[in-house]
């Protein structure tokens, strides 16, 4: 069965350093989405993009965070400036349509220090 | 606001018994409900969905969930627990009519004593 796949598994970041999330959604999906579960806390909506452009984001979603779509196959999420309060796990998630269910990645862990 | 509640952040059953885990939501508008399950490094996987068919869901691995507007609730039960059934439990309701924003509960762990 096809899934959505995360890399890497585990990152260790300085404070105000950048990283790239990345993930490869499901070949034929067309909306991608990200969620972020701080350790013992609700996983929570971060942003959807769909047809190039994001559709949704939440107040999480400010502008130290971009998404882009690079090109056919991958879904990268960038935090410019990292602060240690985004430490959490972040999923990638695709689905074939807007209501569709959505498709999980094993998520990245995100250490900050 | 949309919003979910998962009353009980762990639940133990024996092997064998029933599994009820207890989802209530608050929507404005008619909900789209999932229950999704979490095992041990993996990422989330849908166990079943409510989209305003049939009140009763049947989902994977003998799970199902009923709906039930008056109680604004979709707890999941199975009759049988099995030891691999141990797992993070999440309830979530879509957030708006035209999207696939998910609002998650809190999550229960399920343990399952032999």
């Known amino acids: 069965e096809p899934e959505v796949t995360q890399t890497p598994s585990h990152q260790v970041t300085q404070m105000g350093q950048e990283v790239i999330l990345r993930c490869v959604p499901i070949?034929?999906?067309?909306?991608f989405y990200w969620y972020r579960q701080i350790l013992g806390q609700k996983v929570e909506f971060l942003v959807s993009?769909?047809?190039?452009?994001?559709?949704?984001k939440s107040e999480i979603f400010d502008d130290q965070f971009s998404v882009e779509r690079p090109d056919g196959s991958n879904f990268t999420l960038k935090i410019r400036s990292t602060k240690l309060e985004d430490s959490a796990m972040y999923f990638c998630?695709?689905?074939?349509?807007?209501?569709?269910?959505?498709?999980f990645g094993n998520g990245t862990r995100l250490t900050v220090t | 606001a949309q919003s979910v509640t998962q009353l009980g952040s762990h639940v133990s059953v024996s092997e064998g018994a029933l599994v009820l885990l207890r989802c209530n939501y608050s929507?404005?508008?008619?909900?789209?409900l999932f229950w999704y399950v979490q095992y041990p490094n993996q990422g989330l996987q849908l166990l079943l969905k409510?989209?305003?068919?049939?009140?009763l869901v049947k989902g994977i691995n003998g799970f199902e969930a009923e709906f039930k507007k008056s109680e604004t609730s979709f707890h999941l039960t199975k009759p049988s627990a099995h030891m691999s059934d141990a797992a993070e439990y999440f309830c979530?309701?879509?957030?708006?009519?035209?999207?696939?924003?998910?609002?998650f509960g809190g999550g229960t762990r399920l343990m399952v004593k032999p």
């Open positions: 998630a695709s689905s074939a349509g807007e209501r569709a269910p959505l498709h």
């Open positions: 070949s034929n999906h067309l909306y």
């Open positions: 993009f769909y047809n190039n452009e994001i559709s949704e």
């Open positions: 929507s404005s508008v008619p909900p789209y």
């Open positions: 409510y989209t305003s068919a049939a009140t």
């Open positions: 979530a309701v879509n957030n708006n009519n035209a999207g696939n924003m998910l609002t």
